[in-house]
């Protein structure tokens, strides 16, 4: 008969910092304290925590390295927040091999393989599979993005001071989404309630502008990414609020969205998000005995949103919208205008959706 200390070694157990250890010694859940001290702070591999030079590490792109081949990223320069540019070869973050390798498996690999099909098969995916995989997905390279810029310079002279662009993000907002990312690793159950908002939309493919884009905005936990046709915008800690709110202006959509149509949607959701009036909480649920891991997500009673603050929305819009519209028709008007919170590149005077917007004059 196995006695107590079988059953000791075979249980999971909580940590001194409040992490939790399976059996074979795989942290399933980091603790606020440790994910700052060794992940966000620290060069443990970002999925399983492994020390460097404990096991052989293969550093992750922060962008899939299928998207840096596809589009010929590699040389060219990704500009960070402190204007400064960075080469995407170099934009990785420390991870394991092991890590590395499923990470192939789960996500690069199959979802390479679906985009590389277009629309249609993306579609198929949301209907057979549902929208976690690319949700997990989305969060991996949230996650990625943040966890680099705590080795990148937020000033570019660097008399002004050694600050790290890491430095200015909040880490306890990053830790639930590390979580629900890393999800694939520690096999927890992901309630429905965890799912934020993910929307994919179609959009133009034209030889005058990249086929690609790619930004996020931290403060409102929401990422754009665009693959040729298809573009998806992904609010990390809504809980589904904003697509809940803007559900019905997709219907003004009718046809694919041109790059500054696409951001601005992204900036809509962002900002529906900062507005809410009462946010959803998350958490995890443990259970020792039946070891049974859960994130949980809890939603207001109403879904409300604050008043709106058109000089905030006009800040954001004006930001990840600069630099598409320098250099166009009018841009310093237009960037005015932008400023104000209340124009848009979707819709004309009339409320009718703008088909030739970014169309090259006959």
């Known amino acids: 008969m196995r006695g107590p200390d079988w059953l000791s070694q075979a249980m999971w157990h909580s940590t001194s ?29 970002f999925i399983c925590g492994a020390r460097p030079n404990t096991v052989p590490f293969n550093d992750e792109h922060v962008l899939p390295d299928w998207i840096l081949r596809r589009y ?40 390479s393989e679906i985009f590389a099909k277009g629309p249609t098969a993306v579609k198929q995916e949301l209907k057979d599979n549902g929208p976690w995989r690319l949700f997990c997905w989305m969060s991996l390279i949230f996650v990625k993005t943040h966890l680099k810029d705590k080795y990148l310079d937020f000033h570019r002279d660097r008399r002004r001071g050694e600050m790290k662009i890491g430095e200015l993000h909040n880490w306890e907002e990053l830790h639930h989404i590390h979580c629900v990312a890393r999800a694939f690793h520690t096999g927890c159950g992901l309630t429905p309630e965890v799912f934020g908002s993910l929307l994919v939309l179609p959009a133009k493919v034209r030889p005058h502008f990249e086929s690609f884009d790619y930004c996020d905005l931290s403060v409102a936990q929401t990422m754009l990414l665009r693959i040729d046709d298809t573009a998806i915008i992904a609010v990390f800690n809504d809980s589904q609020a904003a697509l809940s709110v803007y559900y019905e202006e997709l219907d003004k959509i009718g046809g694919p969205l041109s790059p500054l149509q696409v951001r601005e949607i992204a900036v809509q959701l962002a900002g529906i998000n900062i507005h809410l009036a009462e946010r959803p909480r998350f958490s995890s649920d443990i259970n020792l005995l039946s070891e049974e891991y859960r994130i949980l997500g809890h939603r207001p009673e109403e879904l409300r949103l604050g008043d709106w603050q058109h000089e905030i929305h006009g800040k954001i819009m004006h930001h990840i919208c600069k630099d598409m519209v320098v ?31 970014m169309e090259l004059a006959p």
Not at 91 to 111: L, Q, R, T, W, Y
Not at 331 to 357: A, C, P
Request: glycine content about 8%.
């Open 17 to 45: 910092d409040n992490s939790l250890v399976d059996s074979r010694g795989r942290i399933l859940f980091f603790s606020l304290p440790r994910f700052i001290s060794d992940i966000s702070q620290g060069n443990d591999c």
């Open 327 to 357: 250099g166009t028709p009018d841009w310093e008007q237009v960037l005015e205008n932008i400023k104000t919170g209340r124009y848009t590149f979707l819709v004309d005077s009339d409320g009718k959706f703008v088909h030739d917007h």
């Open 72 to 111: 010929k990223l590699h040389d060219r320069i990704i500009m960070l927040p402190s204007g400064t540019g960075f080469r995407y070869r170099e934009f990785k973050v420390p991870c394991c091999a092991e890590c590395n390798s499923a990470m192939g498996d789960k996500f690069e690999k199959p979802i």
